[in-house]
Every structure is written in structure tokens, then in C-alpha cells.
């Protein structure tokens, strides 16, 4: 699967790259560390660096890159916290994108893949896995500081009030929310416009940036998207009452 050559995802990351591959482009990531590759990628030495080939049948990020998503991405420096990171595939390439003055707290609870995050970790060293449930947030609250960005692949029935639980703790004002859907984990009775719908709802008060994207052929069944925590509207002054408007006419 291609996107166009020169679609533009480059642009919003300095870390982010695109790879030709005959007439196809793939995203890819300038490594934070040297080769081995972390799950089996192809890595390339460019410009004095090596770069990550960021497989989209892998990773739901580099799919919806692929599939046209243009918003906003981790960036050098940021802090991102990171639901459901499993062993890691997607948020090594989170690390690398913030590069080594950046951080990425990885929450995972299951032991299993917990072991190989934390192997992971040795070779990033802005990497921080935390074995904790993403449904308490407040267990991890003193571990996490205020973050640029929350990225949630939990794959849970509740995985949007998961993921606004965790923003409402630790994403700073102004910060980015991107959130993959696995629709059947949700509901299976619903379209996927009504779950799409339902979801956009329990992330108020974040604010989607743009509709979600539909991760197919890549990962069936699955929406990306991502949203914004705005500062609260400043409140208005009051409207003046009818009897107080009444009152005032009178005065003129
Ligand atoms: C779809 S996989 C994540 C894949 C990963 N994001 C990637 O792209 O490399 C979902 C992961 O979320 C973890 N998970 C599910 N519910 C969780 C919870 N409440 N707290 C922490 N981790 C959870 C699962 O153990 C699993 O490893």
C-alpha cells in the first residue's frame, strides 16, 4: 500500500522521514540509538543517522500517516505518555520522534510484553516503562509529569474514557490527544459511524482535530484520530436580565 510521493507527513516532524521504496513511500523515524532493529524493520543510514523504516501493517500511527492523517505528531523535546505500549513497536518510534531530549512513559499491564518494554528501555534511554493499569491513572500520578501528548492503543471497550481519564491528569493545555479506536473491542451492535460518534463524546472536554481515519487494509476494524485539550472558554460576562435591561432603557 502507497501514499502519494510527497504526501507531507516529513513536515510535521524534524525526526519524521519518508522512505522511497520503488514507487511507494513509507514513513520512517531517525533512530534514537544504533541498529539492531527493535521488531524486524529495515534501518538505513542517511545523512550521518539511521533511520527507522515505521511499518504501517505494525504500527497504527505510521498507518494513519499512510491513509492521509496530517495532524499533529510528537515532536523533539515533547513529552508524550503512552497507553497500551505492549513491547514496544510503536512507542520506540515515538522515542525516536522526540528524540533524546524528549520522554515517552510507556503504560502497560500485561507482564509478558511488560518484560520486553522494559529490555527496550535499555537502549532508549528516554523511554520509561511503567507496569500499571491505564484505568488508574492516579497509581502512576507521581510517577508521569504534565505531558505535551497522550497516545492510547488499549484496545478496551472504555478505551475513550481511558484515554480522556489520563489526559484530564497529566495533558497540559494545548496538548495533543491521539487516540486509536479498535471499534470491535467497543461494541459490536453499532455502526461504525454511531461508535465514531460515541466516542468523539466521551472525550469532551477535548476537542477532535479533524474526523477519524480509517486505519483498513492496514488494521481492520480501527480509527485513529486525534484531539486537542483547549483552555476552558473564559466565562462571559453575565447577560443582562430582562427586568435589569428594562431598567436601563428606562434610564436613557
Ligand atoms: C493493541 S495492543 C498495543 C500495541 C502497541 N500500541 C503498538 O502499537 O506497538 C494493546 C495493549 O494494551 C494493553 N492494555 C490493555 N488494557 C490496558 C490497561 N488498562 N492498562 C495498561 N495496558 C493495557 C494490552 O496488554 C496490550 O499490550
Do not use: C
Not at 520512517?28 to 521488531?39: H, I, Q
Not at 498507518?63 to 495532524?71: D, K, T
Not at 507521581?142 to 484515554?163: E, K, N, R, S, W
Not at 461504525?192 to 474526523?211: F, G, I, K, N, V
Amino acid at each position: 500500500m502507497t501514499s502519494e510521493p510527497g504526501a507531507g507527513w516529513d513536515r510535521r516532524s524534524p525526526r519524521l522521514h519518508v522512505l522511497r521504496e520503488g514507487d511507494r513511500t513509507v514513513p520512517a523515524t531517525e533512530a534514537l540509538g544504533t541498529p539492531p532493529a527493535v521488531y524486524g524493520e529495515r534501518v538505513v543510514a542517511r545523512d550521518g543517522g539511521w533511520w527507522r523504516r515505521w511499518d504501517p501493517y505494525r504500527s497504527k500511527l505510521a498507518a494513519a500517516l499512510v491513509r492521509g492523517y496530517r495532524g499533529p505528531v510528537p515532536r523533539p523535546s515533547e513529552r508524550w505518555l503512552y497507553l497500551g505500549a505492549a513491547t514496544g513497536t510503536t512507542a520506540s518510534h515515538l522515542a525516536d520522534l522526540v528524540g533524546p531530549e524528549g520522554s515517552v512513559y510507556a503504560v502497560e499491564f500485561s507482564l509478558r510484553p511488560f518484560v520486553r518494554l522494559l529490555r527496550l528501555a535499555e537502549r532508549y534511554p528516554n523511554l520509561f516503562p511503567l507496569l500499571a493499569d491505564a484505568r488508574r491513572p492516579e497509581s502512576y500520578a507521581g510517577l508521569v509529569p504534565q505531558v505535551d501528548g497522550v497516545y492510547a492503543d488499549v484496545a478496551q471497550p472504555d478505551q475513550a474514557g481511558i484515554a480522556r481519564d489520563n489526559a484530564a491528569l497529566f495533558l497540559e493545555t494545548g496538548g495533543t490527544l491521539l487516540l486509536v479506536l479498535k471499534l470491535s473491542s467497543i461494541r459490536r451492535d453499532l455502526s461504525p459511524a454511531e461508535l465514531e460518534s460515541r466516542a468523539m463524546d466521551e472525550l469532551r472536554p477535548l476537542r477532535p482535530l479533524s474526523t477519524p481515519v480509517a486505519l483498513e487494509p492496514f488494521h481492520r476494524q480501527h480509527r485513529f484520530l486525534a484531539a486537542r485539550l483547549t483552555a476552558p472558554e473564559e466565562p462571559r460576562p453575565s447577560a443582562p436580565t430582562r427586568r435589569w435591561r428594562g431598567r436601563a432603557a428606562r434610564a436613557r
